[in-house]
Structure formats: structure tokens, C-alpha cells
């Protein structure tokens, strides 16, 4: 029986992440949603002391609590991560910090709106879609996809490719809770108006494309010691 190859999982992943992604795109429900959380009066849960100050700002300080673990982790290994090799361990600090990083790099050059800066929700940009935001200013301020928020959950789906090898079970539970921790980030933002689901989708998209292309790098780096 020959051998499973070691890229199947990670290409399975990643292709299923944007697949979905894809599909939301085609559904054209983005505007849908949001006007469901929203009215022209704007999004009345945008300054929802739980959801700002708790679900947005305490997530993200946890997440970079973590992430400043992982690299403590690398020199000084605790926990599961005592089982990785070094390169494994470095490899998982490093594409869980950079994948938010490329998120926010592309956020700062799109030209599309937050769903509370449309005119539909008293704003004055106009709604359209992130691809065509790329080349077409929507009036706003922009700077609103993909999901950077999201990303601080998301960030680790970038990490399961570095733990795959080495603790299987482990990775699955690590990559579960990234993406459920990812989904619930981008709905807290999606109820206080600040993204649409596309923008989401898209930002673990971008995150699992890091992992995949960090883990053939490091896994060369490795072949090659």
C-alpha cells in the first residue's frame, strides 16, 4: 500500500478554505447579514461594552499572549511543545505571528469599506465588492478587508501545519479551536458592523495559505540540515 503523502492534509485544508470562501462570495449574502445585525441607524451592538472591551480587546491581548508564548517556546520548550523538534517549534511561532501579519499587510492596501462606513447603514461609502475594491475607491475609508481580527483566532490554523507531523492528535484539537476561535473573532466584528463574513472567510484563507507555504519552507530547511 503505498505511502500517504505528506502534502494531502495540508492541501486538503487550504483548498477547502477557499472553496468555502468562494462559495460565500457566489451566494452574495455578505449585504444580506449585515443588514440583519444592522439598519440605517447604523449596527446598535458597535459599542457593546461585552463585545468591545472583552470579545474584541481582551481576545486580542490573549492572542498575543500566546503568540509571545510560542516564541519563549522555541528556546524554552513547556508542555506538548517539549515534543517538537526545534525547527517544528520555531516553525510554529513564526507562521502564527507572520499570518496575521500578511492579513493586516493586505487589509492596509484594500480599498474597501467596513460594513458601518455604508451608505446602507448610514455611512457614506458605497456597497461593492472586496474584488473590485482592489481597483475601484467605494467612497470610504477603506482599509476593511480581510478580517484582521479573525485573524488573531485564525493565525494559529497556520500553526497545525508545523504540529501535523509530530502530534497528530494534538494538532487537531490546536486546529479546531483556531478555526472556531476565528469564526466567533469575526462574528463578534460582523455584530458591531466592522466586517462582512466574506472578509472573514477570506482571512483564513490568507492564514492557512502562510502555513502551507511556511511549512514547505521550513520543510526544505530541514532536508537540507
Known amino acids: 500500500m503505498p505511502a500517504r503523502s505528506p502534502w494531502k492534509a495540508p492541501l486538503a485544508l487550504t483548498l477547502l478554505l477557499v472553496a468555502v470562501a468562494v462559495a460565500w462570495d457566489l451566494s452574495g449574502l455578505d449585504l444580506a447579514l449585515a443588514q440583519r445585525m444592522g439598519s440605517p441607524a447604523g449596527f446598535a451592538l458597535r ?22 508564548a510560542l516564541v519563549v517556546g522555541v528556546a524554552w520548550p513547556f508542555g506538548p511543545l517539549r515534543r517538537l523538534p526545534f525547527e517544528r517549534r520555531l516553525q510554529l511561532a513564526v507562521s502564527s505571528l507572520l499570518a496575521p501579519a500578511v492579513v493586516a499587510l493586505i487589509k492596509s492596501s484594500s480599498h474597501t469599506s467596513c460594513p458601518w462606513g455604508l451608505a446602507e447603514f448610514g455611512g457614506i461609502a458605497r456597497y461593492q465588492s472586496h474584488w473590485t475594491g482592489w481597483f475601484v475607491d467605494d467612497g470610504g475609508s477603506g482599509r476593511c478587508f480581510p478580517a484582521g481580527h479573525a485573524s488573531a483566532g485564525f493565525a494559529y490554523v497556520a500553526g497545525w501545519f508545523a504540529l501535523r507531523r509530530d502530534l497528530p492528535r494534538f494538532a487537531r484539537g490546536w ?40 511549512d514547505a519552507a521550513f520543510s526544505a530547511w530541514r532536508g537540507q540540515r
Open 47 to 68: 459599542e457593546d461594552w461585552w463585545l468591545r472591551r472583552v470579545l474584541y480587546d481582551g481576545a486580542r491581548w490573549l492572542a498575543w499572549a500566546l503568540g509571545c
Open 175 to 214: 486546529l479546531a479551536a483556531s478555526l472556531l476561535g476565528g469564526l466567533a473573532l469575526g462574528l463578534v466584528q460582523q455584530l458591531r458592523g466592522a466586517h462582512f463574513m466574506s472578509h472573514t472567510l477570506w482571512a483564513a484563507c490568507v492564514c492557512a495559505i502562510v502555513g502551507w507555504a511556511m
